[in-house]
């Protein structure tokens, strides 16, 4: 069980790399007690090295977590949506939004940034064999767009994550998130989409994990952070003083374009299939189409998948579109 409490240090507000510091040290205990068998991860998780590597990104947990509470004007939220993507923290409060105490907000706050850490932690638990680096220059609106455009999508499941692990991570957001809330009295009891909400907010944390390192990302997932980089940029919430109220429009991304769909959903079906990434990055629209009917000709792509990828028309498609085409080529998708 994630523990909210123990928010503060010293009177002050935690951030985002506090929290990581102190789930980290709440989820792995004594290396002592620690098995034998996952020796390799808990001191790479526990090396001091991961709390500086958080420390990096504390502003863009403050201002994803500023802007979940209080989303654009006519916005339900951040990030690329489905008509049924679970709303904001913001939106969920409804009327008591406005009637927050100074100290219920900022617990409001407090209890993102933990769901966040939550995700970042498991994130940095699938690295743990050292084969990743981190980036040199923290490229902050390249890891709000990443972050951003995916974690109301498909998040971390695009990388081919265990289910297993994906429930444990969700488990653990929605815990961070409905505690914070419950112990400071921002909500009174729990929702099936505080909870949902709460697992989605450490899809986030996972994604901003991912953007931080050379991991090469998927097609589909450098895609939706072109979207969210092209109609919610970073510098524009990170720069948003909280009294402030936002410019309509920033943040409801289901009509925006997205460009690259179709060649990413191609990649990636073909990336599944087997062929090599760097490849198929020299290869021509043509040249994919003709892969795929290769690979449903070998029985490596189901012929209803290949069908629907060899008949799409390169160019631009709205967001929308470009969800609905994820869940007919991943039918999972649509269900998670």
């Known amino acids: 069980m994630v523990r909210a409490r123990a928010r503060t ?30 020796i390799v991860e808990f001191r790479y ?7 500086d590597e958080a420390s990096r990104v504390d502003g863009v947990a403050e201002a994803f977590a500023d802007a979940e509470l209080r989303p654009p004007i006519g916005s339900k939220g ?33 209890a993102v940034r933990a769901a966040l850490a939550c995700g970042y932690i498991v994130m940095t638990a699938l690295q743990r064999d ?3 680096s981190m980036r040199s220059d923290l490229d902050a609106e390249r890891v709000w767009a990443v972050a951003v455009g995916n974690f109301r999508a498909d998040g971390v499941r695009t990388f081919g994550v265990n289910q297993n692990v994906i429930d444990h991570l969700d488990r653990h957001g ?9 112990v400071d009295g921002v909500v009174e009891k729990p929702t099936a989409r505080l909870v949902e909400l709460g697992g989605k907010y450490a899809q986030a944390g996972a994604m901003v994990r991912a953007a931080q390192t050379d991991m090469s990302l998927p097609p589909a997932v450098e895609t939706l952070a072109r979207a969210a980089a092209d109609q919610g940029p970073y510098s524009a919430y990170a720069t948003a ?19 690259g769909a179709v060649e990413a959903m191609l990649m990636d079906c073909l990336m599944g299939a087997g062929f090599d990434p760097h490849e198929l990055m020299a ?19 189901p012929a209803e998948v290949g069908d629907t990828l060899i008949n799409l028309k390169p160019g631009p498609m709205t967001t929308d579109e470009f969800l609905a085409l994820v869940d007919r080529v991943n039918p999972a998708s649509a269900d998670a």
Request: negative net charge; hydrophobic residues 40%.
């Open 45 to 51: 998780a526990t090396d001091g090295a991961r709390i």
């Open 78 to 110: 951040l990030g690329v949506r489905r008509r049924s993507s679970v709303k904001a923290l913001g939106i969920q409060l409804g009327r008591k939004h406005d009637h927050l105490t100074g100290d219920q907000t900022e617990a409001a706050l407090d």
């Open 9 to 38: 240090v010293n009177g002050l507000q935690m951030q985002f790399s506090e929290h990581v510091a102190r789930l980290t040290a709440q989820l792995y205990g004594d290396e002592a007690d620690y098995p034998a068998a996952h």
């Open 241 to 259: 003083p909280r009294s402030a109220p936002r410019s309509p429009g920033t943040a409801d991304h289901g009509s925006g374009l997205v460009t």
């Open 174 to 182: 929605a815990e961070a998130l409905v505690g914070g809330l419950l």
């Open 283 to 301: 290869l021509s629209h043509e040249q994919h189409v003709e892969l795929v009917r290769q690979a449903v000709a070998d029985g490596r792509v």
């Open 130 to 132: 050292g084969s990743l």
